[in-house]
């Protein structure tokens, strides 16, 4: 549970984190009836992604650390850089800040539509398939009010994954030479409950959502030595190179409001993650974990088939 006097303590650097930057998309705002075939639904979103582990290591201390460090020319190893790394591979798994996206979907065949979204950054292709409920269109309907539906789907991201430019964390990621690239796949199980005949009115959707991510990270540093006094002779410290994955698994629930051609797509996912170890400079390593709260509000255009 997220104790309120956690967050107030961090507010600030919550506050310097809540920028606008690129990260794979993990809102969910499918309906569990997927567009008809035929048909175009084009939109955008924004929200944010609020990830507590990056929150919990963007703390003042490692902000102070970063400034000094940044300020010379070289610098002797010390475990308080443990924490500028862990800071950087928080932020990079999962960062706090505002998520804006692009999207369009087409209804390639009956029950199967296809989506490419952009995330100013991200990209991101994604096919849904519908198991359950009817396949009419608002302007030939099959389903009465209030019919339910399901669908599952899959979504593959990738990304070149960037702190932002703000001063401690572009320091933080010059300093280290920090560098990470990412593939993360998405599975969502969708149902929702049509407003109207075939969610013409809109519908409420709910479901679970399993996400697995696949990252590269380097960490080469350009002027940090092992120093005297630790029995070794000064020399710059070897880059790491890791690999890893890690699961999460969450749920969702959104709303899809309005009237045949236009919608509003309030949204809220929440998934908890263990990111796994990962080995930091000078043989040390990092344990992480956190649960990631998604809020979103988008607005969706549907561009019916006239030949149908």
């Not at 990209?123 to 099959?142: C, I, N, R, W």
């Not at 000064?234 to 236009?262: D, M």
Request: include cysteine; hydrophobic fraction near 40%.
């Amino acid at each position: 549970m997220i104790r309120p006097y956690f967050l107030l303590r961090r507010l600030p650097a919550l506050a310097l984190l809540l920028l606008a930057a690129c990260t794979a998309p993990r809102s969910v705002i499918h309906s569990g009836k997927v567009t008809p075939r035929g048909e175009f639904r084009a939109g955008g979103n924004m929200g944010f992604n609020i990830g507590t582990a990056a929150i919990g290591k963007a703390t003042g201390a490692v902000k102070s650390l970063v400034e000094e460090a940044a300020a010379k020319d070289t610098i002797n190893y010390r475990p308080a850089l443990d924490k500028i790394q862990e800071a950087a591979l928080a932020y990079a798994l999962d960062p706090s800040v505002a998520t804006s996206d692009l999207y369009l979907r087409y209804g390639v065949i009956d029950r199967l539509d296809v989506g490419y979204k952009y995330s100013f950054g991200a990209h991101s292709v994604d096919a849904m398939y519908q198991f359950m409920g009817p396949l009419g269109t608002v302007e030939k309907p099959q389903g009465a009010a209030g019919a339910n539906y399901g669908s599952v789907g899959v979504q593959f991201s990738t990304q070149r994954a960037k702190l932002p430019s703000i001063p401690f964390l572009a320091d933080a990621e010059d300093l280290l030479g920090f560098t990470m690239r990412r593939i993360d796949v998405l599975v969502p199980l969708v149902f929702s409950h049509s407003f109207g005949a075939e969610e013409e009115i809109g519908n409420v959707s709910y479901g679970l959502a399993y996400s697995r991510s696949f990252l590269k990270y380097g960490i080469e540093p350009g002027k940090i030595y092992t120093g005297p006094g630790s029995g070794q002779t000064t020399q710059k410290l070897p880059k790491v190179i890791g690999r890893e994955s890690y699961g999460a698994l969450g749920g969702f629930v959104n709303f899809k409001l309005g009237y045949r051609y236009a919608y509003f797509l309030p949204a809220l996912a929440i998934y908890y993650q263990n990111y796994g170890t990962y080995p930091l400079l000078n043989n040390k390593e990092a344990k992480l974990k956190g649960v990631t709260i998604i809020p979103s509000l988008g607005l969706q255009f549907r561009l019916p088939n006239k030949r149908r």
